[in-house]
């Protein structure tokens, strides 16, 4: 089956194409200029930028992919969860595309999306673990079956991602602050700032963030260099997902790990991870952080599972758990 996926969740859009779980095209219009002056996402500006280039960006991705619209078999788009109105800008297009060609359509749960990314094409059969660390989720997922998530962890604050562009506009850096901040990062000591472990001897699986980043605010007046600040709150806010993942697998005795969402593209994780002696699939870099070929893989993988369409009255989800039963729905 040929695939066009939607993501329009927060201030991406991402179109993307696939034939099967083999990626065709992967197109991301970045409003990251448009929001950097504002140190974030301004909802009503994301919601009208989607509208002014998504059909720009669905012609590029077909284009790329070497595809006209009447070769498409499924339309697919995030439902949920995300920020409403950007939603309901991808949400209409596919449901107006796909009815248009008549052909079937799918709401598609994002961080069902982002695990998608990392496993379309792996030798991946639960039981395994499911780690969704981004801007707005960090979840612990453990997955004993296809199709079936029960969430063990999740954020108590911040999410993951959330915390390092947070901790990234104190240290002066540009938005999105992850990827600028693991850069300072490189020329600092980790073990210079004396961070604490957030949740440190919790007999469950949560995260923490929010106090790192109060703490990365009282070093920065007490004159600790930048680098050094950055360097070592990276190194804590990994070793809380990793070490809090690690004590899970052995917790349930899992020996593989999915580990998804815009965080996976960070180095340190990855290294971090590659020592624990589990089995591990990441997504490829392009498909970490939000994207349309993501959704068009869910989707196809679910379609292989159930053939069944979503209805035409399908709603956007801003706050849609993965671990509800048919959450696609």
């Known amino acids: 089956m040929v695939i066009l996926g939607i993501d329009t969740s927060c201030d991406d859009t991402g179109v993307g194409v696939v034939a099967g779980t083999r990626v065709l095209a992967n197109v991301v219009a970045s409003q990251s200029e448009m929001h950097a002056r504002f140190g974030g996402v301004v909802p009503e500006f994301a919601s009208r930028e989607h509208a002014r280039v998504i059909d720009e ?4 991705a077909l284009r790329r992919a070497g595809v006209g619209v009447g070769d498409l078999d499924l339309v697919a788009a995030t439902r949920g969860p995300g920020l409403v109105g950007p939603l309901l800008v991808g949400l209409s297009y596919a449901k107006g595309l796909a009815f248009g060609l008549g052909i079937p359509w799918l709401g598609v749960h994002h961080l069902e999306a982002h695990l998608a990314a990392a496993q379309a094409e792996a030798d991946l059969e639960p039981p395994y673990l499911a780690l ?15 199709g079936r998530y029960v969430l063990l962890g999740a954020t108590r604050d911040d999410a993951a991602g959330e915390a390092f562009d947070k901790v990234a506009r104190l240290l002066g850096l540009d938005y999105p602050g992850g990827p600028a901040l693991a850069a300072l990062a490189e020329r600092g000591d980790p073990h210079e700032v004396p961070f604490t472990l957030p949740l440190k001897g919790q007999s469950g699986f949560d995260f923490s963030f929010s106090g790192l980043k109060t703490a990365a605010a009282r070093f920065v007046e007490k004159g600790y260099a930048r680098a050094d600040i950055a360097a070592s709150f990276q190194r804590v806010v990994v070793e809380s997902l990793v070490t809090t993942v690690l004590r899970a697998a052995r917790q349930l005795g899992r020996k593989a790990v999915v580990v998804a969402g815009g965080v996976a593209a960070n180095r340190l994780l990855r290294k971090r991870f ?13 498909l970490a952080t939000d994207n349309g070929a993501m959704v068009a893989l869910a989707a196809s993988l679910r379609w292989q599972r159930d053939p069944t369409p979503s209805p035409w009255g399908l709603e956007a989800a801003p706050y849609l758990p993965l671990d509800a039963e048919d959450s696609h729905l």
Do not use: K, N, Q, Y
């Not at 969704?132 to 296809?146: K, Q």
């Open 132 to 146: 969704l660390a981004s801007g707005g989720h960090t979840h612990l997922f453990d997955v004993p079956e296809v």
């Open 57 to 60: 960006v669905v012609g590029e």
């Open 274 to 286: 590659s020592e624990t002696g589990l089995r591990l699939f990441f997504p490829p870099p392009e």
